[in-house]
């Protein structure tokens, strides 16, 4: 019922929320290119690629609501998904590079050269073409999110253990994309980006084409999601979280419709970090860290989940006041963003959308959210996981 | 009076008179035989070094030790032979035989001895054969073992006189070895050899080994098939020793986990709560252990081997009323929940940590091992530092506490119970919010203890939690949860497999293979290797 309305009046929203999107992916680009210098609506070009990251992040927490906020499947991994995105991009950034490297080789990326290798691995074949690179992009955190979802749904891995499992695959991942061995250029990563798609990557108007590109991903990210949850599917997949065990009492076939979501939400993931790297420049493993991905799920929870508009505002306001925070009080970062971790769990189980959506009163608001929470509790996720 | 003093001072010259004797007879061969050093090249020097090591006298070592290090010159002037040492220009002198000073001599008025290298093989076989008459029998191991290296065949003859004489067994069997090493390489009868191979089995070692394969590529037909199979049984040998050595330091790796994992074991296990500030609780341990040793060290000194022992309890009360206080503050308002739990105490662990690295600064602090953990020794063929030794017993220790504490104690009864039907438990009167902060408490000091025992084998930094709460996890999850048994197999399964691994994989590839393994057995037992069977399960 609660959950019903709320797609509903997110419904009304949706359209607004796409519309918004489409109005920054053009008017950010458009006042940082055309508008002189010192003009006061001029965005400043270091803030192009800075709100560009937060709406790669904003994609990523909405990837992560749609298999948390919709499903219950709490994954701490999906920064894996995001990180192989970005990878694959970093790969086709490197090929860019071409023979303008420290070691001048025209197909060898400088790390290799720099261990001694004397050909390309068999895996780096085919990232000089960008079409195959976008294509991996997708498949491959789409398939290690299908190889992985098939394995764990299959045999009812669910709660806290799939969490943890989810967390072990991206820390195994971590510390391979660590070894130099790997391929991937090991603890540096992949950068000193050159080229992509044939102009230069520092210049503004690529920044501010790569912006627009990722307002446009998010609103398209957006509206597929919007899709899936207003679907008979979607209403499944809440069911799945609600009751699991009635679901598929029901009949349902429960995996498919987790492995879906699962599967679905890699693959946006992917496109987020394939999105990011180019705007930051780098990737390296550290982003397989278990923290960040667990940095995920606070940004979703902050905004609230099982809404689609709220992990949008919470990866972005978490975001910027990181960025913030670090600037002035960076000692303080870490006190601030625990301190959010625990504020939101216990005061806003339905994060600032929830919150807001159940009423402008406080009391009305209280009821709406212990009401919330005795449906989350109904669908507790040890609680009603069915008995061996 | 008078007649004690004269004893006294006759006594005394005696005494001078038998210490110069020496040096004043100038019949005495052996100074004839120094004096003889000096003349013609080398072929003649080395005859007069075998002369010298023939006569068999010990004070010869130490003039040829002067020879070797180039100490042994002659006086200009009157050609006698000296020993001098010392820098610059100006050389302290002695006499090589009697050691008595002869004072400084300008390095003009002097003649080195020159010797080559094949003199100094000559020269430090015959110390060697000098030394294995010695008195003392670690010079007689000493001198067996360097004969061991240089296996001289010329020297058989040698051992054997001194195996003959040797009563103390060590250096015995170290002279046999040598014997044996030498006698493969000279042209002895081949049962002699056989017998030799055979030593040298017995020896076992990697040196062993070594004589082996070299003694097979020049070997005649008759020998090979004893030495291919005397290679073989020491290279078995080697293996099985490597690879209890491997069971060693899985064990060890294993407790670590297990003391890493136990408190988890309680509160996830048992409670149900997922504590991801469990690695900062660990490190709050561990900096109790650093604080209580800055303070003895200021204050107390003498104390320093008990700091351990004045810490564990600290530590079991700072992380207890910490983790009671978690579970009051925090916990408690989330039960039912455990993924909202997991993020508020990921969320405490960002504040823990930041708080440690504010007040202790963000670099590694130094906490000391005491004098009883510090060290090794060697059992068998393992070798076994006294720190990790100590740490697997005192995680057995920790764990044989907890599994009483849970089964005999009437806490551990109340936990039980609340554990497995928490209305019914609070019907029956225990105040099951009590039992739970209680129940917290007590993982939370687990770790703190086991963050004690890790401060002396890891880095004390505010990090040092986060390298442990996935492997945490991973054995408490693959053990299974809500089981303490489990716990203890899962951390010792996966210590041992790690560290079987490391050889063919590597370090990290082998922990990949570890976590990838994990995933994969949770799609079989999505419950760990011991779960809980019945409603227990779902409530």
């Known amino acids: 019922m609660i959950t019903q309305t709320l797609i509903r009046a997110l419904d009304r929203k949706a359209l607004f929320v796409v519309a918004l999107l489409l109005f920054i992916a053009v008017a950010v680009p458009v006042s940082n290119l055309y508008l002189p210098e010192g003009h006061p609506l001029r965005v400043p070009d270091h803030f192009v690629p800075l709100f560009g990251k937060y709406l790669t992040y904003a994609m990523l927490a909405l990837a992560l609501d749609l298999v948390w906020g919709y499903c219950g499947i709490l994954s701490l991994g999906h920064g894996a998904f995001f990180a192989l995105g970005g990878y694959a991009m970093g790969m086709y950034l490197m090929r860019q590079i071409g023979d303008r490297g420290v070691y001048a080789n025209p197909v060898l990326p400088d790390f290799m050269v720099f261990l001694n290798w004397k050909e390309l691995p068999w895996f780096w074949h085919g990232f000089d073409m960008f079409w195959f690179a976008a294509l991996m992009v997708v498949a491959v955190p789409g398939l290690l999110a299908f190889v992985f979802g098939w394995l764990a749904f299959r045999s009812r891995v669910t709660g806290v253990y799939l969490s943890i499992i989810s967390q072990a695959m991206t820390y195994a991942l971590l510390l391979a994309f660590f070894r130099n061995d790997m391929g991937f250029g090991g603890n540096n990563g992949l950068t000193d980006f050159k080229d992509i798609l044939g102009t230069p990557i520092q210049s503004g108007t690529t920044r501010a084409v790569l912006f627009a590109a990722s307002a446009i991903a998010l609103a398209l990210a957006f509206l597929v999601c919007s899709a899936i949850v207003r679907s008979k599917l979607g209403k499944v997949l809440v069911a799945v979280r609600d009751a699991e065990s009635r679901t598929r009492f029901l009949g349902y076939r429960v995996d498919n419709y987790k492995l879906f979501a699962f599967t679905a939400s890699a693959i946006i993931a992917g496109i987020a970090g394939a999105l990011y790297v180019p705007q930051v420049g780098i990737i390296n493993p550290g982003e397989f860290a278990p923290a960040n991905s667990i940095e995920i799920v606070i940004w979703t ?29 960076p000692e303080f970062w870490l006190f601030a963003l625990g301190g959010l971790f625990v504020a939101v769990t216990i005061l806003l189980p339905k994060g600032i959308v929830g919150a807001f959506t159940g009423g402008w009163s406080a009391l009305k608001a209280r009821r709406a959210s212990a009401r919330a929470e005795e449906g989350t509790n109904l669908s507790g996720d040890l609680k009603t996981s069915p008995a061996e | 009076m008078s007649v004690i003093r004269l004893v006294i001072s006759m006594i005394a010259t005696l005494l001078l008179l038998a210490a110069t004797a020496p040096s004043m007879a100038q019949t005495d061969p ?21 002369d010298l090591a023939g006569t068999g006298d010990p004070r010869v070592a130490d003039v040829l030790g002067a020879l070797g290090k180039g100490d042994l010159y002659t006086l200009k002037d009157s050609g006698t032979v000296i020993v001098a040492t010392g820098r610059g220009n100006s050389l302290e002198t002695a006499d090589p035989l009697t050691g008595k000073a002869l004072g400084a001599v300008d390095k003009s008025g002097l003649d080195k001895i020159r010797v080559n290298n094949r003199l100094r093989r000559a020269i430090d076989s015959a110390v060697g054969q000098l030394t294995l008459m010695g008195k003392d029998p670690a010079t ?81 037909a008759d020998l090979l098939p004893a030495i291919e199979s005397g290679i073989k049984s020491i290279e078995d040998k080697l293996a099985f020793w490597s690879a209890l050595q491997n069971v060693w330091y899985g064990l060890s790796l294993g407790s670590v986990l297990l003391l890493a994992a136990i408190g988890l074991a309680i509160t996830f296990g048992v409670m149900g709560v997922i504590n991801m500030a469990h690695g900062e609780i660990v490190m709050l341990g561990a900096y109790t252990t650093f604080v209580v040793q800055e303070v003895i060290r200021n204050n107390f000194p003498g104390l320093f081997d008990y700091s351990l022992a004045i810490a564990l309890p600290l530590a079991f009360l700072v992380t207890g009323a910490v983790g009671v206080a978690i579970e009051r503050g925090i916990i408690r308002w989330l039960y039912g929940r455990p993924l909202e739990t997991l993020l508020a105490t990921w969320g405490l662990s960002l504040i823990l940590q930041q708080t440690v690295r504010t007040i202790f600064g963000p670099n590694n602090r130094e906490v000391g091992n005491p004098s009883w953990m510090s060290g090794a020794f060697d059992l068998w063929g393992l070798s076994i530092t006294w720190n990790r030794l100590w740490i697997v017993i005192f995680a057995m220790i920790v764990f044989a506490v907890l599994l009483a504490v849970l089964n005999r104690t009437p806490l551990g009864l109340q ?37 004690v025992a890790l401060s002396q084998i890891d880095n004390v930094s505010p990090n040092l939690g986060q390298s442990y709460i996935i492997d945490s996890f991973m054995v408490v999850v693959f053990g299974g949860v809500g089981n303490l048994w489990g716990t203890l197999v899962g951390a010792l399964t996966l210590g041992i497999a790690n560290k079987f691994l490391e050889p063919y994989a590597g370090a990290v590839l082998g922990k990949i293979l570890i976590l990838v393994f994990i995933i994969l057995f949770i799609q079989r037992r999505p419950r760990g290797l011991f779960a809980l069977k019945g409603r227990a399960v779902d409530a």
């Open chain 2, 30 to 50: 052996l100074q004839t035989l120094v004096q003889a050093l000096p003349k013609g090249g080398y072929a003649e020097r080395e005859k007069v070094i075998l």
């Open chain 2, 140 to 220: 007689r191991l000493a001198a067996a073992q360097s004969m061991l290296k240089t296996t001289d065949p010329a020297a058989i003859g040698m051992l054997d006189t001194a195996i003959a004489q040797e009563d103390d067994a060590r250096v015995k069997t170290a002279m046999e070895q040598a014997r044996a090493a030498a006698l493969l390489k000279s042209d002895a009868a081949l049962e002699n050899k056989i017998a030799a191979i055979d030593t040298l089995i017995a020896k076992g070692d990697r040196e062993a080994l070594a004589f082996l394969t070299g003694a097979r590529s020049g070997a005649s």
């Open chain 1, 301 to 329: 929870a902050v905004g609230g989940r099982g809404t689609l508009i709220g992990p949008i505002i919470g990866a972005v306001l978490v975001n910027a006041g990181k960025s913030w925070f670090t600037g002035v009080l």
């Open chain 2, 415 to 451: 936990m039980r119970a609340v554990t497995q039907n928490r209305r019914m438990a609070s019907s029956m009167g225990i105040r099951t919010p009590w039992v739970d902060a209680l129940t917290f408490g007590l993982g939370s000091g687990i770790a703190g203890i086991a963050g």
